[in-house]
């Protein structure tokens, strides 16, 4: 009853988070600034959101996660930071159809540097799975030559990769790094800070981007870092999706920003390939845990 229990809740929390996620664009779009004053706005108060959370979890109880634990948490920390970085880059030098598909193959070079440094290779399904989804790629990315979204869909490119690798180190380390991507916003906001200093302070409604740091921002990330305790990584990867799906939905009634043919043939085939491959890990791990049940009966 209890794991069942657990189930639920990590469902509804994974839920919460990546739903939460899928207004993150449109808010940004919203705000109407120049790319370094948002990417500013957004850092600060998403560092401030984090660290007056932790400050209140660690007078509340002894056992409050630490912001940076160890290198690791450091390398972690960078990955997200350089995220954070080349996404907002992507947010204005390229469609948001093209950013949330090509986000979407961060789960490719997350299992190509799981291969490399942790020595787990893919199953034959998940090779298949990956070869479709770089041809999706290619797609979306044939399609924005000579559109003037090439170098958008690289820095896309360059944020799923910095993802994939922040995983990978969690994932290899086993340390809790809950906090960690929210205190990675400091580089990003280094950055910025000394940007805006020389070109200006350029943003037309920044309640939007202020709202969107400081509750958007620790509200999706928190729960979808927490999602792993109670579910697994398949069903959180399921929730990932939701932005993929619905932020062009939401620009698309906003802004009317309708995505290219060549954008939403790649995204579907992405989308489908990433379904398809959760629902067969759903079901590996079904029938693992059905064999453990059967040979350790209670």
Known sequence: MSSHHDHQKGLLITAIGGLTLTVDIPLIRLADGSPWTIMMLRNATTLAAALV?????????????????????????????????????????????????ILAFSTVFAALLSWLFLRERPRLVTLVTMLVMILGVLI??????????????????????FVALAITISSASGKDMGFTSLVGVVLPLAVS??????????????????????????????????????????????????????????????????????????????IAAL?????WQLHEGRKRRAALAVSHPA
């Open 53 to 101: 959370v932790w400050a209140v979890w660690r007078a509340l109880s002894r056992n409050a996660p630490q912001l940076i634990p160890g290198w690791s948490g450091l390398a972690v920390a960078i990955c997200y930071g350089l995220t954070g970085i080349t996404f907002i880059t992507a947010v204005f030098h390229t469609s948001t159809a093209n950013l949330v598909f």
């Open 140 to 161: 979306i990315v044939g399609g924005s030559v000579g559109t003037g979204h090439l170098f958008g869909d690289f820095m896309a490119l360059c944020s799923a990769f």
């Open 193 to 270: 800070a000394f940007m805006v200093s020389g070109e200006g302070f350029h943003v037309n409604a920044p309640w939007w981007i202020i709202f969107n740091g400081a509750v958007v921002m620790p509200i999706s990330f928190f729960c979808l870092a927490n999602g792993p305790k109670y579910i697994s990584g398949p069903e959180v990867a399921m929730f990932y999706l939701l932005e993929t799906v619905l932020a062009p939905v939401w620009v698309w009634m906003i802004f009317a920003e309708t995505p290219s043919r060549n954008s939403l043939i790649g995204g579907i085939i992405l």
């Open 275 to 279: 379904v398809a491959h959760s629902l």
